[in-house]
T-cell receptor, first 116, second 108 residues
Framework: GAGVSQSPSNKVTEKGKDVELRCDPISGHTALYWYRQSLGQGLEFLIYFQGNSAPDKSGLPSDRFSAERTGGSVSTLTIQRTQQEDSAVYLC??????????????FGPGTRLTVL | GQNIDQPTEMTATEGAIVQINCTYQTSGFNGLFWYQQHAGEAPTFLSYNVLDGLEEKGRFSSFLSRSKGYSYLLLKELQMKDSASYLCAVKGYSTLTFGKGTMLLVSP
């Protein structure tokens, strides 16, 4: 597609359930990033992929959060045993060449996660 | 680590000029980005500065002073559609660190 796509656009879940969020980057972009945006807060970096490997996962808030990327394309962010504080908009971005280059990151529309 | 400060809110009138400031303290610097984010939408790229000085792009300009850890985004001939949040982001060694954003409200 022309831009970064994410699914689902909205997800409501119960506390304790696991959720999977999907990101399809722009075709040909080797770098992929996950961010979280909570109400009134800035974008919080979670994890960065270069190809299928994750050289920087320093932003993952706990071991309940994990992510993978396959085929150098689609990425899935998994949150296990969701908590109410996980409620936020999860944004994915991709860039052409990667974090050690100054390439612009292009964002998807996000997944709004609500944990009841 | 990185610390980025920008005002929380600003208001301006249609047709006017507004300047949104951003100050930063970083452990590494590989450029500063400005993004625009309308409510409920994804951030969209506006500008990038890595050298000191002014970058102009139509109605939008961005300025950087690395020695002062300071940038501003200048919006001219404001339009109602410019009402949005403006995010300042600094590229460190590997990733972007974002400020909390400045909500700009443009009134008629």
């Amino acid at each position: 597609g022309a831009g970064v796509s994410q699914s689902p656009s909205n997800k409501v879940t119960e506390k304790g359930k696991d959720v999977e969020l999907r990101c399809d980057p722009i075709s040909g972009h080797t770098a992929l990033y996950w961010y979280r945006q909570s109400l009134g807060q800035g974008l919080e970096f979670l994890i960065y992929f270069q190809g299928n490997s994750a050289p920087d996962k320093s932003g993952l808030p706990s071991d309940r959060f994990s992510a993978e990327r396959t085929g150098g394309s689609v990425s899935t962010l998994t949150i296990q045993r969701t908590q109410q504080e996980d409620s936020a908009v999860y944004l994915c971005a991709s860039s052409l060449a990667g974090a050690f280059n100054t390439d612009t990151q292009y964002f998807g529309p996000g997944t709004r996660l609500t944990v009841l | 680590g990185q610390n980025i400060d920008q005002p929380t809110e600003m208001t301006a009138t249609e047709g006017a000029i507004v300047q949104i400031n951003c100050t930063y303290q970083t452990s590494g610097f590989n450029g500063l980005f400005w993004y625009q984010q309308h409510a409920g939408e994804a951030p969209t790229f506006l500008s990038y500065n890595v050298l000191d000085g002014l970058e102009e792009k139509g109605r939008f300009s961005s300025f950087l002073s690395r020695s002062k850890g300071y940038s501003y985004l200048l919006l001219k001939e404001l339009q109602m559609k410019d009402s949005a949040s403006y995010l300042c982001a600094v590229k460190g060694y590997s990733t972007l660190t974002f400020g909390k954003g400045t909500m700009l409200l443009v009134s008629p």
